[in-house]
């Protein structure tokens, strides 16, 4: 159980454009989907955390109309990237949390974000 | 002072050996700790959570956890080249919120 999908796996655009991530879990229902990003040897740094029908709530640091969250239902978040630019190439990597329970136990498999 | 620390390691180890993984943090209320794997260009996987001091055994890996010292550790017996990862601490303060270390690459030997 708990099993969150995440996709695209990789994706490569060009600078200025706008590029959406998808995280749907798959045998529960997520209340709370929580985003990270990780840059080359470094660790999972959180950007956001999406409550379902509000607002995301955004890390200090974390432009949150540069990375928009939206949560509509219980099964899916996204994040979309708008106006891309090399420095945002990173792997962006989504985790969930709802019921029955998991606490934020499994990740998406991420997505690796490349900007030319 | 980093809400949790790791050593960045490389950490090398002979296959068969005990490695030893350590993490402290800095938030005295944090109730859950896990341990994850991270191979290279791979997504966290879980391998260990502990909630109460003491020892949690699963297999070779063994969790061990100290709220008083503000300390967790990992044990990996009988290493195996397969555990060569990078293996991340993780401590949720807020219902599912992660805050994580650096991680630990780990390197095991044949």
């Known amino acids: 159980g708990a099993v969150v999908s995440q996709h695209p796996s990789w994706v490569i655009c060009k600078s200025g454009t706008s590029v959406k991530i998808e995280c749907r879990s798959l045998?529960?229902?997520?209340?709370?989907m929580f985003w990270y990003r990780q840059f080359p040897k470094q660790s999972l740094m959180l950007m956001a955390t999406?409550?379902?029908?509000?607002?995301?709530?955004?890390e200090q640091g974390v432009e949150k109309d540069k990375f928009l969250i939206n949560h509509a239902s219980l099964t899916l978040s996204t994040l979309t990237v708008t106006s891309a630019h090399p420095e945002d190439s990173s792997f962006y990597i989504c985790?969930?949390?709802?019921?029955?329970?998991?606490?934020?136990?499994?990740f998406g498999s991420g997505t690796r974000l490349t900007v030319v | 002072q980093k809400e949790v620390e790791q050593n960045s390691g490389p950490l090398s180890v002979p296959e068969g050996a005990i490695a030893s993984l350590n993490c402290t943090y800095s938030?005295?209320?944090?109730?859950?700790f896990f341990w994850y794997r991270q191979y290279s260009g791979k997504s966290p996987e879980l391998i260990m959570s502990?909630?109460?001091?003491g020892d949690k055994e699963d297999g070779r890996f063994t969790a061990q956890l100290n709220k008083a010292s503000q300390y967790v550790s990992l044990l990996i017996r009988d290493s195996q080249p397969s555990d060569s990862a990078t293996y991340l601490c993780?401590?949720?303060?807020?219902?599912?919120?992660?805050?994580f270390g650096q991680g630990t690459e780990l390197s095991v030997k044949p």
């Open positions: 938030d005295r209320v944090s109730q859950s």
């Open positions: 999406s409550n379902e029908g509000s607002k995301a709530t955004y």
């Open positions: 993780a401590v949720d303060n807020q219902g599912g919120k992660l805050i």
């Open positions: 502990i909630y109460s001091n």
């Open positions: 045998d529960f229902q997520a209340t709370t």
């Open positions: 985790s969930a949390v709802g019921f029955p329970a998991n606490y934020g136990y499994t």
